[in-house]
C-alpha cells in the first residue's frame, strides 16, 4: 500500500487535507455584528477556513440577507445589538430558515429558560473567545445539524 504525499518539501508526509477542503460545497454562515472589528475578524477566520461568509452589521440587514439567500447552514449573532437583539434576530431569522442553529455570542451570558424556551438549536460562545473555540462551536453545530447519510446495508448490494 502507498501513500500519496505532497510534492511540497514544507509539508508533512502524513499532512491531514486543509480544512477548506473538508466541506465541499462550502456552507453558509450568516454573521452578525455592529462591531465592524469583530465582524470582519470572525468573517476573515471563517472565510480562511472554507467555510461561505455573509456579513451583516444590523439585525435588519442580516433579515434581508436571509431572505434573499436560498440555504445558510448557520447564523452567528451578537447579543447586544441596537435594534434588536441576537435572541429576537434568532426567532425571526428561524422563521426564514428553520432547520439552520444559531449561535450568540456574548460578553454577559445570563439568560432564563424562558427567554430560551422556544429556540430549539440555540447555543452560546462567551466573549472573549479564542478563534479555535468559535470554529470548534460552528463545526459542532453545523455537524449535529447535517442530517446523516443512509447507507445500504453492506449485505444487500
Known sequence: MTMKTSSSPSAPPFALPALTTISEPPETLLVVDDEPVVLEAESQ??????????????????????????????LITDFSMPEVDGLELARRFGAVHPTAPVLVVSGSLQFSREETQDLDRLEFLAKPFQFRELLEKVRTLLDAAAPLPIRKPWCCD
Do not use: F, M, N
Not at 439585525?59 to 436571509?66: H, S, T, Y
Not at 431572505?67 to 448557520?74: F, N, V
Open 45 to 74: 477566520i471563517l472565510c480562511d477556513h472554507g467555510y461561505t461568509v455573509l456579513q451583516a452589521e444590523s439585525a435588519a440587514k442580516a433579515l434581508r440577507l436571509a431572505r434573499e439567500a436560498a440555504a445558510i447552514h448557520l
